[in-house]
């Protein structure tokens, strides 16, 4: 059994000071507020749960402050994309994951929800293991003290009724029905979870999204949805209805569901999100960075779709940065203030985003709950003076604020640094090796 001291902690109740956490098996034990700390590992500053980051392309992370070449495009960034995911192998892969995984860690997350569509080796040939790249994934996390959701996704197409290119034929298995051969063999554990996806209704035909959602009926079940315009006039020309419509029809969207982005939608296409109880998953860092826009956030949960958050294509790794952006971009787009409180912004970061990715026993530091503890600093330029609250978490605090890590009740950061990898040398090296 391990204890640890917290200064001052977030729990169900609220914010409560000099509380004793003890943990056994990865979970919490006990949880006593106003008690001695003892021999209790201490945390200074402010304690809140771990946080989920419910949508990872890992090998996006190698594409950051190299995708602005000149004042930098869409299609400058997907060049880039395509240029290292044709390179990665399963080893490379792993080398390169686990520093960004590392990176998360110390950002105080500790579950991932990783997006998975990079299956086979250039042209689409097999690996002798068919799910080398997924196992170098999972080995990953499992290395730095991270939990993971490897949502496997289906990607068999370039776009509706277009061929894939060369560097897409390693995201294919062919149709869905050999994507989800090969995702049955996949194995999950306490600390990894085995779920599904769709790439989006572009990279999935409307006769095969209901293989993708009946292939593990039990799982995480996310897609990419409606990003960018383009794909809901590709979609209406094709089908004659959105893809919020098509998904639907499809028997995809349900309380298991994530939909990540759901930028630009229609009325109907958020109440079927919401009478769905559909997860609505933003990731406000990367959509701005590709000029995607700014999704109805609060149209989405006033009808009943839970929130969400993603760090997405890595152009920054901060839940904090994603959560105050929610609310943030809000106010630009409807020139008013307050449509989110910082607790219920917390929530998607903590409690929500776990159960969206089918750890619905993390993200609140209560009994029997998964022991993860997050410690922030007070006294840096950015949260000094702010008072300690869940505002000083969600609209002061950073990444770089983080101080303490413990993921399922082991200490994975220590006086902000990870306790077995040298983050920053393995980000610049696995970086490296696969752009130069």
Known sequence: MTAYWCAQALLPTGLASSVLVTVADGRFTSVEVGAESGDAVRLAGLVIPGLANCHSHAFHRALRGRTQTERGTFWT?????????????????????????????????????????????????????????GAA???????????????????????????????????????????????????????????????????????????VADALPKAPLHVHLSEQVAENQACLAAYGRTPTQLLDESGFLGPRTSAVHAT??????????????????????????????IGPSVALRDAGSPLTLGS????????FEEMRAVELDERLASQERGHWTAAELLAAGTVAGHRSIGFGDAGVIEVGARADLVALRLDSVRTAGTGG????AVFAASAADVTDVVAGGVQVVAEGNHVKLAVGAELAASIEAVTR
């Not at 390169?96 to 042209?123: C, D, N, Q």
């Not at 997405?312 to 839940?319: E, R, Y």
């Not at 609250?389 to 000083?392: H, I, P, R, W």
């Open 77 to 133: 960034w997907r060049e880039q994309m395509y240029s290292v995911a044709s390179v990665l192998t399963p080893d490379s892969y792993y080398r390169l994951a686990r520093a960004v995984y590392g990176e998360m860690v110390l950002a105080g997350i500790t579950s991932v929800g990783e997006f998975h569509y990079l299956h086979h080796g250039p042209g689409g040939q097999r690996y002798d293991e068919p799910n080398a790249m």
């Open 137 to 211: 994934l999972i080995a990953a996390a499992q290395d730095v003290g991270l939990r993971i959701a490897l949502l496997d996704t289906c990607y068999v197409a370039g776009g509706i009724d277009q061929p894939l290119n060369d560097v897409q034929k390693r995201f294919s298995d062919g149709d869905a029905a050999g994507w989800a051969a090969r995702v049955r063999d996949l194995r999950g554990a306490d600390d990894v979870v085995i779920g599904a996806a769709a790439h989006s209704v572009r990279g999935v035909p409307d006769d095969q999204l209901t293989a």
């Open 264 to 293: 630009h939608l229609t009325p109907v296409d958020i109440g079927l999100l919401g009478s769905t109880g559909t997860y609505s998953c933003f990731c406000p860092t990367t959509e701005r960075d590709l000029a995607d826009g």
């Open 312 to 319: 997405d294509s890595h152009a920054v790794i901060d839940l």
């Open 389 to 392: 609250s869940v505002e000083t």
